[in-house]
């Protein structure tokens, strides 16, 4: 009983040796990283940066933390930040967000507050932290903007995972339900009221192809730059509009697509509609974009063509459309 009683000692004497070891290190490398950021010029402070939770444990909490990127623009503060891990598994973190948090934009500053923000994560082995997958939700999302603006979300999932098959590429999966869109956005793209103040939903499971991995280098440096999109299916349904895409695009170093999504619709006209009220198609063109449509779609409700990318250019169908964007 005294051997088994001192090596039951023994072994606590142990593990806490080694969560204090430990939790000295996430300490340690989270101060290094913030030290990181301010040596490649950002801003990052915080009041306070605490490792609590033994012994099974590391949750380290910060305070009044900003982060800034002087290359963006952007800024992002929150009053509390909190990395969760079990002390036998630190590669897999839970990162829980608070109720506020603002974002700081060029042209804006934007309020958010949500009832549920919470996100997993798991790296891979080794020091570069480099992500093997990772799950997000969100719940009761407001974003109020300085300007005057406003939208919501009911419920919002993101996850990611990394393709196995291709280097630096990650499967992603979004989903949103009830997503109401600002009210001038939706004035714009819906002048008469037909449809909902909000989405239904929005769905996109798609792989994206990096020219780097996606670790904690991706922050002190260059952002991994987009390859390649799958587009394996994504479907927006608001009211009576009711979207789908899949397709596939290469994407050079200046961020240019080129490749084809076949979009179908089932309101082709109520698609049209919003794109000449978002600006996509020119007032001027929209007829002959209406005549052209028609003959695609036999005189029905409902579309099928591809959106084709070719040399800066998209068109849809026999269509152009202008300048394709730049995805970076």
């Not at 939790?23 to 989270?30: D, F, I, K, P, T």
């Not at 260059?222 to 009711?242: D, F």
């Not at 179908?264 to 929209?286: D, H, K, P, Q």
Request: hydrophobic letters at 45%.
């Amino acid at each position: 009983m005294r051997k088994l009683l001192a090596i039951a000692l023994i072994a606590a004497g142990l593990w806490g040796g080694y969560w204090f070891v430990g939790s000295a290190a996430v300490e340690r490398g989270l101060v290094a990283w913030f030290g990181a950021l301010r040596a490649g010029g950002w801003t990052a402070s915080y009041d306070s940066l605490n490792t609590a939770g033994f012994p099974s444990r590391f949750d380290t909490t910060i305070t009044d933390l900003e982060l800034s990127d002087p290359g963006t623009g952007l800024t992002w503060r929150a009053p509390l930040f909190q990395i969760l891990a079990l002390s036998y598994r630190p590669n897999h973190i839970i990162a829980a967000l608070p109720p506020a948090q603002t974002v700081i934009l060029p042209f804006d500053t934007v309020e958010i507050a949500s009832d549920q923000m919470r996100g997993s994560v798991v790296f891979q082995a080794g020091t570069a932290l480099t992500l093997d997958h990772s799950a997000f939700v969100m719940t009761n999302v407001s974003l109020t903007g300085g300007t005057g603006w406003s939208m919501g979300l009911g419920e919002g999932r993101f996850a990611t995972r990394r393709a196995v098959a291709r280097a630096n590429s990650h499967d992603i999966g979004i989903e949103a339900m009830g997503l109401a869109p600002p009210v001038g956005l939706r004035r714009l793209l819906d002048p008469d009221g037909a449809l909902p103040e909000t989405l239904e939903s929005l769905k996109i499971d798609a792989t994206l192809g990096f020219d780097a991995p996606w670790d904690r280098f991706a922050l002190e440096g260059a952002r991994p730059r987009i390859t390649a999109l799958e587009l394996n299916k994504a479907q927006i349904t608001w009211g009576t509009l009711v979207l789908r895409a899949s397709g596939q695009l290469t994407v050079d170093d200046q961020g240019v697509p080129t490749g084809r999504i076949s979009v179908e619709t089932s309101n082709w006209r109520g698609m049209l509609g919003m794109a000449v009220a978002g600006g996509l198609v020119s007032a001027a063109v929209a007829p002959t974009v209406e005549r052209g449509l028609e003959i695609l779609a036999s005189g029905g409700p409902g579309l099928t063509a591809p959106l084709s990318f070719q040399n800066g250019f998209v068109s849809f169908g026999p269509l152009p459309l202008g300048a394709a964007p730049r995805l970076r």
